[in-house]
C-alpha cells in the first residue's frame, strides 16, 4: 500500500463558502456584500438622512452577521469532525502497512506540519493585524486628507479674503493720496486767492486813502507823470451850489477849470524862475512892500492898489463871451420864473 505524502501534508483548502450578494433594498442607499468570507457595507451615501434609518440598517446588519457567524460555526464543526475522521481512517491505513521507523517519521511530519499550522495561523493573524492597521491608517490618511482639503479651502478662502481687504486697501490708499493731492491743490489755491485778497485789500486800502485825499480838499500830488522827476499836483475847488445849477453851467465850469489850470502853469513858471540880484548899497535900507504883490484868489486877482478884477476883465474877450453866456441864461430863467 502506498501514500501520498504530498497529498497527505497538503494544507486543507478554505472551506469557504460562494460569495452571497444581499441585495436588500435599502431605505439609505446603502448595500451590504459578503465577499470573501466578510460582510462590506459599501455607503453610497456618507450622510445618513435621519437616525432612526442608520438604527434601523444597523440592526438589520447585525442580525444578518449573526446568522452568518452561526453558520460559520456550524461549517466548522462539520468540518473539524471530517477531518478527525479522515485522520482516524488515515492513520488506522497507515499504521497496518507501514513499518515503524516510515510511522515515526510520519508522526514527526505531522508534528511539523502542526507547528507549521500553528506558524502560519500566526501569521494569518498577524496579516490581519496588519491589514487592520493599514485599514485604519487607510482611514486616518482620509481623515487627515479631508481636514487638509477643508484647511487649503480655508487658506484659499483667507487668501482671497486677504486679496480684497488688500484691494480695498490699496483703494483706500489711492483715495486718500487722491484726497491729499486734492487738498494741497485746494490749499494752494486758497493761498493765491488769499495772497490776491490781500493784494485787493492793499489796493483797495489805497484807493480809500486815495478817496480820502482827494475829497479832503487839500491841495496834493498825483503821482500820474510819466518822468519820475516830475509830478501832478492837484488843488481841488469845492463851493456850495444848487443842484439844478450843476447842468447848466458845466461848461462853464469846464472853462473856469482850463483857465484856472493855465493860470496856475504861468504863475508855476514865473515863480520858478531864478530871481535877479538887485545890486544894493551897503547902508541903504530897502523896505519891502508886500502891498504892491499881486494876488491870485481862484477867478480873482487883488492888485497891489487893492483893486480886485474878476476873469471877465483880466482874462480879454473869452471871459467876457463866458460872462454873456451865463448872463442870456439867467435872464431865461428868471423870465420863465416870471
Request: proline residues 3%.
Amino acid at each position: 500500500m502506498s501514500f501520498n505524502l504530498d497529498a497527505l501534508f497538503q494544507e486543507p483548502e478554505d472551506q469557504t463558502p460562494v460569495s452571497v450578494i444581499d441585495s436588500t433594498p435599502r431605505k439609505d442607499g446603502a448595500e451590504s456584500e459578503f465577499v470573501g468570507g466578510l460582510w462590506a457595507v459599501s455607503d453610497i451615501d456618507e450622510n445618513a438622512k435621519a437616525k432612526g434609518d442608520e438604527e434601523l440598517r444597523l440592526r438589520v446588519m447585525v442580525a444578518k452577521l449573526s446568522m452568518q457567524c452561526s453558520m460559520w460555526k456550524a461549517q466548522a464543526e462539520e468540518q473539524a469532525k471530517m477531518l478527525a475522521d479522515l485522520d482516524r481512517k488515515t492513520s488506522k491505513r497507515g499504521a497496518a502497512n507501514l513499518s515503524d521507523d516510515t510511522v515515526r517519521r510520519i508522526n514527526r511530519f505531522e508534528s511539523e506540519v502542526a507547528h507549521l499550522r500553528s506558524e502560519n495561523s500566526q501569521l494569518k493573524e498577524t496579516l490581519k493585524t496588519i491589514e487592520y492597521e493599514n485599514v485604519k491608517l487607510e482611514n486616518q490618511n482620509d481623515g487627515k486628507g479631508r481636514k487638509l482639503k477643508g484647511a487649503n479651502k480655508k487658506v484659499k478662502t483667507a487668501k482671497e479674503v486677504a486679496g480684497k481687504e488688500e484691494e480695498k486697501a490699496k483703494g483706500a490708499i489711492g483715495d486718500k493720496q487722491r484726497h491729499l493731492t486734492s487738498e494741497h491743490k485746494m490749499k494752494k489755491e486758497r493761498d493765491q486767492t488769499q495772497a490776491v485778497l490781500q493784494e485787493q485789500k492793499k489796493l483797495n486800502g489805497d484807493l480809500l486813502a486815495k478817496l480820502e485825499v482827494e475829497q479832503s480838499g487839500v491841495p496834493f500830488m498825483r503821482d500820474v507823470a510819466a518822468d519820475p522827476n516830475n509830478t501832478v499836483t492837484v488843488i481841488p475847488i469845492q463851493f456850495d451850489i444848487r443842484r439844478t445849477d450843476v447842468q447848466p453851467i458845466m461848461e462853464e465850469l469846464g472853462w473856469h477849470q482850463m483857465n484856472i489850470t493855465k493860470k496856475f502853469k504861468e504863475w508855476y513858471k514865473e515863480n520858478m524862475k531864478p530871481k535877479v540880484e538887485m545890486r544894493r548899497v551897503v547902508g541903504a535900507t530897502y523896505p519891502e512892500n508886500d502891498k504892491k504883490k499881486a494876488k491870485m484868489y481862484e477867478d480873482m486877482v487883488e492888485m497891489p492898489d487893492g483893486y480886485i478884477e474878476t476873469g471877465a476883465e483880466h482874462d480879454g474877450w473869452r471871459s467876457k463871451r463866458s460872462a454873456e453866456a451865463v448872463c442870456r441864461r439867467a435872464d431865461a430863467r428868471h423870465n420863465g420864473e416870471a
